[in-house]
């Protein structure tokens, strides 16, 4: 096998001592700018790349920070992470990123294994009461910013105002005239589902509005679609807890011929990028994950630059569409 170039080749080949190459590496001032230009040359005609785990052991600093995202097929998580991964660059850290099942043992595993590589913080997608239980069994000991569970006792919490966002959505079906408003809400086991599902209810209690039966849903455009099945027969609008269920609800609505909006309007939740392009449209309350994804770096690496950064929750916003009309 080709044995890989170290630093000492590169100071041979740019005829110069190691540690000038170890000042170019690491954008220190006082490097001639001939000097600097031979070393960037001679790292080019090499292929040498620095070889992060000698530098760990001279800084004593990883510069990683670990990501814990569910294993499921969703679309925030996944926004999320790329935000973050996106973030960390930009901030000079390598993101580490591992996905778990949602249950306490396979969480544990996890981040066994993200702290076994030498992390210096922890990022956490925590939409789930498990993987918060196992951060808080196994006291990683570490810096750590939880997304999706604001107001959890874990570690320093960042996410979109969920119950705002609830508000929008039924204040904005109060607001067009409908008084008989149902909820198809999220799995009741996530955070997110409920507080859009606590939100539905306090904002009908505080209009003096009756309060429907919840249908209980699963995230899935399936569970919307079955939905359709169980509306009360006076409902004229309905809250779906996300984007999906409204897009099966709608579809389920179709085939009993119900208009959407005539008949029936829907508002959901994310702002998925195909939501504006459903026939009809889809009214839904956007939320701004990559903001998201950046305040949890910046939050968690000022804690480990010892700086200061004030984190507050991100706020909502309604996107009218075709999907809501006045009754």
């Known amino acids: 096998m080709r044995q890989l170039p170290n630093m000492h080749d590169v100071a041979e080949v740019a005829g110069v001592s190691h540690q000038t190459v170890s000042r170019v590496l690491n954008d220190q001032p006082h490097v ?23 530098k760990t052991l001279v800084t004593r600093r990883s510069r990683t920070i670990g990501v814990l995202t569910p294993a499921v097929a969703q679309h925030g998580p996944t926004r999320s ?33 993200l702290l076994d590589q030498g992390i210096e913080g922890l990022v956490v997608i925590a939409p789930h009461e498990h993987i918060l239980n196992a951060i808080s069994d196994l006291d990683p ?5 939880v997304l ?20 929008l959505a039924v204040s904005h079906l109060l607001e067009l005239g409908h008084t008989r408003i149902q909820h198809v809400a999220g799995p009741a086991e996530y955070f997110e589902a409920r507080a859009r599902a606590g939100a539905y209810l306090e904002t009908l209690m505080a209009a003096g509005a ?3 039966p919840v249908i209980q849903g699963d995230w899935t455009a399936e569970s919307g679609y079955r939905a359709a099945a169980l509306l009360d027969p006076d409902t004229t609008g309905v809250f779906c807890a996300n984007d999906e269920s409204a897009i099966g ?25 195909e939501a504006a392009y459903l026939l009809p449209s889809l009214t839904t309350v956007s939320q701004d994950l990559e903001r998201v994804g950046r305040e949890a770096v910046l939050t968690l690496t000022s804690r480990l630059d010892g700086t200061d950064h004030e984190t507050a929750p991100v706020e909502p916003m309604l996107k009218v569409r075709e999907s809501t009309r006045r009754h």
């Open 32 to 54: 001639r700018h001939e000097t600097r230009e031979r070393v960037l040359r001679a790292i080019a005609e090499l292929g040498y790349r620095p070889n992060a785990a000698a």
């Open 81 to 113: 992470v790329l935000a973050i991964e996106s973030a960390a660059r930009q901030y000079g850290y390598r993101p580490l990123v591992t996905a778990t099942a949602v249950d306490r043992g396979a969480t544990l595993g996890a981040l066994r294994f």
């Open 141 to 145: 000991g570490l810096p750590v910013v």
């Open 148 to 167: 999706q569970a604001t107001g959890r006792d874990v570690g320093t919490g960042v996410g979109v105002d969920q119950r705002k966002g609830g508000r």
């Open 210 to 212: 009756p309060a429907l």
């Open 249 to 273: 609800l709608i579809r389920g609505l179709a085939e009993r011929g119900v208009r959407v909006p005539d008949d029936v309007s829907i508002v959901g939740f994310d702002d998925l990028p």
